[in-house]
């Protein structure tokens, strides 16, 4: 089924520590986008692509890093993850140049930093 | 910069009735798209309905159907004989021509009365 996935699912994590959030889609969009989701704030966005190669810096940047090796990964990563990083992550994908595209959404990292 | 508003943080409506969820922008562009996303516990993120700001025509989809004021920069959805599947979180978002990033409101959790 063509998606998008997201791993882990959830994960608890040290602060200090380094960790990586998977996301992987086939349906081959252009666009790719990291949102993290806490309550009462929304979706707000950390950084998006609009194709391989080029990363762009969103809302909430600071502490996140990204890379687009291809069209199909998209991985975020937190070098030293800090209590405040506590969150839903979402990746999302759509159509480039299509901008009635609506966005695809995985279905989420719980991302806890204790 | 483009923002995002929904006023109503909570609201309930007792099932088979009607309600309707605002949702305020404020934008200087003339040209962009207006999405509403569901978000069931779940957690998973879907597509509700989606409007063209250059039609003046309101979007429907079944049950649910916008008003879309682009004078007053209002995006209402309006969800008809409400079901108690329709539990969510729902989220307003606006989708710029000229920048591929799509911005969301904090959302509007409805819950639904038996």
């Known amino acids: 089924i063509a998606g998008i996935t997201q791993a882990p699912t959830s994960q608890i994590l040290a602060a200090g520590r380094r960790m990586t959030l998977r996301c992987t889609q086939d349906?081959?969009?252009?666009?790719m986008y990291w949102y993290r989701q806490d309550l009462g704030l929304g979706l707000r966005l950390i950084h998006y692509?609009?194709?391989?190669?080029?990363?762009g810096k969103g809302e909430v940047p600071d502490g996140y890093s990204v890379s687009r090796a291809n069209t199909d990964d998209f991985p975020l990563t937190l070098a030293s993850a800090v209590p405040s990083q506590t969150s839903v992550y979402f990746c999302?994908?759509?159509?480039?140049?299509?901008?009635?595209?609506?966005?695809?959404f995985g279905n989420g990292t719980r991302l806890t930093v204790t | 910069a483009q923002t995002v508003t929904q006023s109503q943080p909570e609201m309930s409506v007792q099932e088979a009735e009607t309600v309707t969820l605002s949702c305020t922008y404020d934008t200087s562009e003339s040209d962009y798209y207006l999405f509403w996303y569901k978000q069931p516990p779940s957690r998973q993120m879907i597509l509700v309905i989606r409007q063209e700001a250059y039609k003046q025509q309101n979007a429907t989809e079944n049950r649910f159907s916008v008003n879309f004021q682009k004078a007053a920069k209002s995006f209402s959805l309006k969800i008809s004989d409400s079901q108690l599947g329709d539990a969510a979180m729902y989220f307003c978002?606006?989708?710029?021509?000229?920048?591929?990033?799509?911005?969301f409101g904090k959302g509007t959790r409805l819950h639904i009365l038996p």
């Open positions: 999302a994908s759509s159509a480039e140049g299509s901008y009635n595209s609506p966005l695809h």
């Open positions: 978002a606006y989708r710029s021509i000229q920048r591929d990033k799509i911005i």
């Open positions: 349906m081959r969009h252009n666009a």
């Open positions: 692509s609009n194709t391989a190669g080029t990363t």
